[in-house]
């Protein structure tokens, strides 16, 4: 602590022993100002360790403190390993201050006392206290810290009290100990005094910070009446608005017999004493008039009458502070312009509570609330009214726009076509047109375009008039072409059946052969025939939409009959081998070989076989052939005999 501060601190003196003391009684009512040279933060500086003071015979060092000596710190940091290392100054938002770290001496006696050069007031309540620490990390010696008052060297009666042992903690259990005490009728000189009731040695190491000695009064209840709400203190009113505030005090009753007021102001620097109307009593009147942005710090004085004028004599109450707050600056907007049946959705852009109203009715407490299902008569003004925080308000305004209902008309609903016939949809009750699917469609962005639909469609137009839009269908069914598919040629030996494979398709056919002749079913699309000759069919496949015809081919070849014996004699009976069915093709191909293998005749023709190889006669035997007549048909093999 610097000589500036020397006047501010408590006494301290260590007894060997101690008489019964009271139990520490805080103030529970109104503080006034600190009294000048009764109390001390031990100040602030840039080094690590503030100055010695003057009024302790304990020795200083601006270090680590050792058994009977105290330093000026502003951090435990460094110093005794046995300590918390990080406890820094209790004083708040302080953070270049310091505090008194006390190593208790083995011996008690005087450590530290000072007296009150203050004016003080007889028959009055003080508090005198201060902030303590048990900086120790491990069970010790307990600090116990008693305060004693004494007028005249006397003590006064109520004015000896003991913190009892203060227990080890954290780093940050900095906690305000002290009591009360009543001033003598005969006042004079007051000295304050603590001392340490337990040795040092092993433990009983502490902090001290932010010792105080002021008035104690009743506790002070202030409010505001006419303001939009007051909170921990705080009133609210709103720019530009013209009203009359009333602060009131109310005190508790026991402590003063006759309670004098003083109200003061907060001029930016200081508080000076207010000339409002009431200043003197315990309400006072405050007017605003078209009202500024700004704070205004208001606080009561309090004493028994007489003593008002006395900082050592009056408690303050907590001040109040009317904050004067900007309004809201709403903008109100929606989601545009909307359709009949679609949602709106209102929007505003700040606020805390909301009070919308609007057309029908509409009312909401939502920032954003949503208009359903809108109408023609949701058109119009929609006003909301926003509060901020501090409870002012202010208002903004929308203009929604319901767009009329779209009234789609087509010429038709359904339709049936041929199938690669056109039809023309028509549409109309919008500016615009979107047909879907697009598939078969001349234009699907107009309102009358032709469909050429491959299959039955279902198309869906979009009518528009710019922002809203409904839909209409046109089912269009498409009938099937009628198709006839007589199947593959057929070919068959005489006296021999085949199935036609016909195949008709199409929507709404019949069909029907012909000639009908040799055929079991000419009704049937495979019909059984028989034919004699060569022949051609027709199937015709009829629909409402087309005819279509196929033919089919059935070429009948004789009867395959081959001979096993012959007998080249030249008598004139049977003298050649002969396949009268060969004449029907045209390139057969006869092998016959002996049964050496050797060929002995070959033809591709019908010629008839006359028992010779090269001109001459060959020997009477078992030969051997093969036939082929056409792809269609197998080889033919087998034998012949030829004997003469």
Known sequence: MTQTFRKYFIALILFFSFSEVN????????????????????????????????????????????????????????????WHQNIVNHTPNDPDGYFMVVNADLNK??????????????????????????????????????????????????????????PEGSA?????????????????????????ENPGGNGNDLGIDDITFRACGPVITSTVTNANNFTNNVANICVADTKTLILSAKVSAGVYNSPQFQWQEYNGTTWVNSNKPGSQTADLTVAFVNATTGNYKYQVLVSESGNI??????????????????KPNPIASNSGAACVGSDIQLNVNQGVSFSWTGPNGFTSPFQNPIIPNVSTNSSGTYTVTVFNASGCSNTSQTQVQVLPQVIANTNIATATICENESVELIASGGSTYTWLPT????????????????????????????????????LITVLKNASANAGEDKKVFLGQSVTLKGNATGDNITYAWSPTDYLDDPTKLNPIATPPNDITYTLTVSSNC????????????????????????????????????????????????????????????????????????????????????????????GWVLLTR
């Open 23 to 82: 139990a520490q009684v805080l103030c529970n009512g109104a503080l006034g100002d600190a009294i000048a040279g009764a109390g001390t933060d031990f100040g602030r500086g840039l080094p690590q360790f503030g100055a010695s003071v003057s009024e302790t015979g304990y020795f200083y060092i601006a270090g680590n403190p050792n058994d009977g000596q105290y330093t000026i710190v502003k951090t435990t940091a460094g110093l005794n390993s046995g």
């Open 439 to 474: 598939e078969g469609l001349s234009n699907p962005n107009i309102a009358t375009p032709f469909a050429t639909p491959k299959q039955t469609t279902t198309y869906t137009v979009k009518v528009s008039n710019g922002t809203c839009s409904t839909t209409k269908e046109i």
């Open 546 to 637: 087309n005819v279509s015809t196929d033919e089919v081919f059935v070429k009948v070849y004789p009867k395959i009959e081959i001979p096993n014996t012959f007998t080249p004699n030249g008598d004139g009976i049977n003298d050649t081998w002969n396949i009268p069915a060969i004449a029907a093709f045209s390139n057969p191909k006869l092998k016959v070989v002996n049964r050496n293998g050797q060929l002995v005749f070959e033809s591709t023709n019908p010629q008839p076989w006359d028992g010779k190889s090269h001109g001459k006669n060959l020997p009477t035997g078992v030969y051997y052939y093969t036939l082929y007549l056409n792809e269609d048909f197998k080889i033919y093999s």
């Open 309 to 326: 004028n006395s900082t050592s004599c009056r408690v303050i109450s907590t001040p109040i502070t009317i904050n004067v707050n900007d």
């Open 172 to 196: 940050i259990d900095w906690i305000k100990r002290g009591g009360t005490f009543k001033t003598p009728s005969n006042l004079g000189v007051i000295k304050l005094i603590m001392t340490n």
């Open 109 to 166: 006696g005087i450590f530290y006392q000072s007296e009150i050069t203050s004016q003080l007031c007889p028959n009055t309540t003080y508090e005198f206290a201060a902030f303590i620490i048990n900086i120790l990390r491990n069970s010790g010696v307990k600090p116990n810290i008693r305060f004693t008052i004494t007028n005249n060297g006397l003590a006064i009666p109520g004015a000896d009290f003991s913190t009892g042992d203060i």
